[in-house]
């Protein structure tokens, strides 16, 4: 018999065809995400699960699915899954990283230069017909920040947060920079994360969520950025205390934020950040496009295929599972 592997929801891309000659697959056609409880009901004697970043692999799914060989997610983080539990069991973990990295970039910077430039609040302004013949110009008339030659911070040099870097050089901007483990990237002047806050115009995240930076912009340090600042978030939700943010933003200690994630997604309609001026939101939308989603798809396709195939997983987010034989 074929081993059966859950599909979570079906995918874009070419090789999921692959998938299907390889195993019985059983695919949750929708409509919607796939419900929590469906899901433990739908993993019962699979062999493999593929997984979106909004399916929870945690402890009590992985221990009620006693054959349960290999997970591989379409996502690049791993937060929405209990690696430890993974880990227990010696069952490997595929993502998909660095295919998003450039996609994801464009995203910070677009969120970026439309919250320094009040892009989305003046097309509201413009389409609620309030642009009059009495209003039509004046020399504060949605005034923004200025990007080209400001100071740019970036919180992880990872290869999105270079990614960023290389483009807020065609700005023309100086470019600070702090990670976790000290790394030098060329055009980027390492810092400690205390001078970043305090000496940057635009701060912008690349980081994982992890127990080491989960609410890494705390009240605390949000108070250390620089008056005026604008924060950019298309990492984790986590990362950032959400209420001090907004707070800071009503007060105009900070002058804008740019957010593709949330803490709880989808965000709830009484999150303060929506009530906040001159805040940019999206949907978690870093990785949203055709060719990127396909990409990711393909590789965490091959990470099964790998997986059904006795291999090790080509991208797998827990290589010590087969360091120990597991």
């Keep these: 018999m074929k081993p059966r592997v859950l599909l979570t929801h079906q995918l874009p891309g070419e090789r999921v065809a692959l998938l299907e000659q390889r195993c019985e697959l059983l695919t949750w056609p929708g409509p919607g995400l796939l419900p929590a409880v469906q899901l433990a009901q739908l993993a019962a004697g699979c062999e493999g699960i593929l997984c979106l970043l909004t399916d929870r692999i945690d402890r009590a799914l992985v221990d009620a699915l006693p054959q349960l060989a290999f997970v591989s997610s379409m996502s690049v983080g791993v937060d929405h899954v209990d690696v430890e539990a993974l880990n227990a069991r010696g069952i490997p973990l595929g993502h998909?990283?660095?295919v998003l990295v450039e996609t994801t970039a464009d995203t910070a910077f677009a969120l970026l230069l439309a919250a320094a430039r009040r892009v989305v609040e003046a097309d509201a302004f413009v389409r609620a017909g309030k642009w009059t013949e009495d209003n039509r110009w004046s020399p504060e008339f949605f005034t923004g920040i200025?990007?080209?030659g400001a100071t740019l911070g970036i919180v992880g040099l990872g290869a999105i947060g270079q990614a960023v870097a290389r483009r807020a050089a065609g700005f023309g901007m100086r470019v600070l920079g702090w990670n976790r483990t000290p790394r030098e990237v060329p055009g980027v002047t390492p810092v400690s994360l205390d001078t970043l806050l305090g000496e940057s115009d635009f701060l912008s995240l690349h980081v994982a969520l992890?127990?080491?930076?989960?609410?890494l912009l705390d009240a605390?340090?949000?108070a250390q950025m620089k008056p005026g600042a604008v924060l950019v978030n298309t990492a984790r939700g986590g990362i950032v205390n959400e209420a001090a943010l907004a707070a800071a933003l009503v007060e105009g200690r900070l002058g804008a934020a740019g957010i593709d994630v949330f803490e709880r997604e989808p965000v709830a309609?009484?999150?303060?950040?929506?009530?906040a001026p001159n805040v940019v939101v999206a949907p978690h939308i870093g990785s949203a496009t055709r060719l990127t989603r396909a990409r990711m798809a393909d590789i965490a396709v091959d990470n099964a295929l790998a997986a059904l195939d006795g291999r090790p997983i080509p991208h797998c987010a827990n290589p010590q599972v087969y360091a120990r034989g597991g």
């Design 96 to 98: 998909t990283p660095g």
């Design 146 to 148: 200025d990007v080209g």
């Design 210 to 215: 992890c127990e080491d930076t989960r609410d």
């Design 220 to 222: 605390a340090r949000i």
């Design 269 to 275: 309609v009484d999150n303060p950040l929506l009530r």
